[in-house]
């Protein structure tokens, strides 16, 4: 059975350009998370989404938003990117929506801002 | 709010050592634990889980039991090897107004298992 698939893997940008970042799902799984992983911030929640609607949000400007696909595919978007977006960024899957579900994660994309 | 308070690393053992590593929560609900490995250029690896007060989750030689009285769940293993060198993250998955999925994860710490 697949894992979860992101890609790209890396990526280097410039600060002021946007950027989409792209999730595909364990198959069968419908809920898709984002997380922005830093060494000063840890690990922190973007957003969820579960058929095709965003369930949860975190403390993230608007620059950061997503969406989700009918085929739960999921795609991050960020604008106006800055130095301190640089991160690893990864996604989870889980079944549903429900805090008893392990999510299920990809390896990541990491994004570089020069 | 909720969060998750994990000892701080690195932790430093030699090959066969027991290993614990503490971990404390602060939840609002009745949140489900997690214990999740990251090795270095990778995304998260599931360990193990417990989605109710007394449950032990157990996988690959790691256990880790939900206590609620004292909001801990530490994660242990009884002879570590090289191959167990990783970053550990403790989380918690809380139930949520409205539903949904959303971990908060603790700050991770680093082991290195040495010969």
């Known amino acids: 059975k697949a894992g979860v698939t992101q890609t790209p893997r890396y990526l280097i940008k410039t600060r002021g350009q946007q950027v989409t970042l792209s999730c595909s799902p364990i198959?069968?799984?419908?809920?898709v998370s984002w997380y922005q992983q830093t060494p000063g911030q840890g690990l922190q929640f973007l957003f969820e989404y579960f058929s095709e609607t965003q369930r949860n949000k975190g403390n993230f400007p608007g620059r950061f938003s997503g969406r989700q696909f009918s085929n739960s595919r999921s795609e991050m978007n960020v604008s106006t990117l800055e130095l301190g977006d640089s991160a690893l960024y990864l996604c989870a899957s889980s079944r549903d929506s429900n805090s008893n579900q392990p999510q299920h994660f990809g390896d990541g994309t990491r994004l570089s801002i020069l | 709010g909720n969060s998750v308070t994990q000892m701080e690393g690195p932790v430093t053992l030699s090959e066969e050592a027991f290993l614990t590593i503490n971990c404390t929560y602060t939840a609002t609900g009745y949140p489900s634990l997690f214990w999740y490995v990251q090795y270095p250029g990778e995304g998260l690896q599931l360990l193990l889980k417990?989605?109710?007060?007394?449950d032990k989750g157990s996988n690959k030689g790691f256990e880790a039991t939900y206590r609620k009285e004292t909001t801990s769940f530490h994660l242990e293993k009884g002879s570590v090897q090289v191959s167990d060198s990783a970053v550990y993250f403790c989380a918690l998955s809380d139930t949520l107004t409205g539903g949904g999925n959303k971990l908060t994860f603790g700050t991770g710490t680093q082991l290195k298992v040495e010969l």
């Open positions: 417990a989605t109710k007060a007394d």
């Open positions: 198959s069968g799984h419908r809920s």
